[in-house]
């Protein structure tokens, strides 16, 4: 694995949907994670995607994976205040044991 | 239905005193892991075990050793701590090493050396 990027903060309404961006210099990366961290909390697996496929949705969440770009993207639809915590991005190839991550997303969001 | 433990969740130390902190996992997972977290940083991988009887050195792992007690348990010691290791501490798990096998983390050891 090697750098994986995101924005540090986003604030976003509630009831709108909010886009999290993930950037990756690995080519050879074969699954992308998203990772939720509560405060005072481990990290919760979310959802993650194999290269192969371009979307993956599961209920609120939907990912998105350019690998052209190598780019992620995680969108909550109708964002709720219990969506308020840190994202991470997270990228590993398909026999490495090692995790990249990002520097984290912390997510607010406002009444 | 509790996952991966970790223990304490608050340590403070002095500089040069030792600390071991514990993790177990209950998922019957052959790989675990200790990370620490940084503020700005993300996490980095200190150590891994693949399985049971191994482990290998991740991206940090000067001034930390590990035990794989047996399947359950991945200890990390600090032998002589250093304000640089103050950091949230993170033990994880999976079923196996590969990449569709995603990680299970604890909730995280909060440790500050003074």
């Known amino acids: 694995g090697e750098d994986v990027e995101q924005s540090l903060f986003l604030s976003v309404r509630e009831g709108d949907s909010s886009v999290i961006n993930c950037t990756y210099t690995d080519s050879s990366s074969t699954y992308l994670y998203w990772y939720k961290q509560e405060p005072g909390a481990g990290l919760q697996l979310l959802t993650y995607?194999?290269?192969?496929?371009d979307m993956k949705q599961d209920q609120r969440l939907t990912v998105l994976l350019n690998k052209k770009d190598k780019h992620l993207s995680l969108r909550i639809a109708d964002t709720q205040t219990g969506d308020s915590a840190i994202y991470f991005c997270?990228?590993?190839?398909?026999?490495?044991?090692?995790?990249?991550f990002g520097a984290g997303t912390t997510v607010t969001v406002r009444a | 239905n509790a996952g991966v433990t970790q223990t304490p969740k608050f340590q403070v130390l002095k500089t040069g005193q030792s600390m071991t902190l514990q993790c177990a996992q209950d998922?019957?997972?052959?790989?675990m892991y200790w990370y620490r977290q940084d503020p700005g940083m993300g996490l980095r991988l200190i150590y891994y075990?693949?399985?049971?009887?191994?482990?290998d050195k991740g991206e940090v792992p000067n001034g930390y050793n590990v035990s794989r007690l047996n399947k359950r348990e991945f200890s990390l010691r600090l032998e002589s701590a250093a304000p640089s290791q103050t950091s949230v501490y993170f033990c994880?798990?999976?079923?196996?090493?590969?990449?569709?096998?995603?990680?299970?983390f604890g909730d995280g050891t909060r440790l500050s050396i003074l």
């Open positions: 998922m019957n997972h052959n790989s």
């Open positions: 075990s693949a399985s049971e009887g191994t482990t």
């Open positions: 997270a990228e590993t190839g398909s026999n490495d044991y090692k995790l990249s």
């Open positions: 995607i194999f290269s192969n496929m």
């Open positions: 994880a798990s999976s079923d196996g090493t590969g990449g569709n096998q995603p990680q299970h």
